[in-house]
């Protein structure tokens, strides 16, 4: 059963950063891509960024240039690293794996302004 815990999450100031980690278990994560999306109040689930097995990555046009995803398959874990952060980025983030899919269960991120 795959298993996805986040940290990482947390108040900041406008323009500060933080770096979000999705620990993974209970499947072999070198084999699937994983991905970081973000939930704001009141509005849908979005996608942030994507990242393959193979390493390949793509974002959002809304943070693109700002967060850089990455991942380390022996420690089993994606990181999603947020520089310049913003109100607008005040969400929940989740971490999925395209397993099945399976979500963890989210770490909140507040930038004040």
């Known amino acids: 059963q795959a298993q996805l815990v986040e940290s990482g999450g947390g108040l900041v100031q406008a323009g500060g950063s933080l770096r979000l980690s999705c620990a993974a278990s209970g499947f072999i994560f070198s084999l699937y891509a994983m991905a970081w999306y973000r939930q704001a109040p009141g509005k849908q689930r979005e996608l942030a960024a994507f990242i393959s097995s193979s390493g390949t990555t793509n974002y959002a046009d809304s943070v693109k240039g700002r967060f850089t995803i990455s991942r380390d398959n022996d420690k089993n874990t994606v990181f999603l690293q947020m520089n310049s952060l913003s109100p607008e980025d005040t969400a929940v983030y989740y971490c999925?794996?395209?397993?099945?899919?399976?979500w963890g269960q989210g770490t909140q991120v507040t930038v004040s302004s």
């Open positions: 999925r794996s395209y397993t099945g899919p399976h």
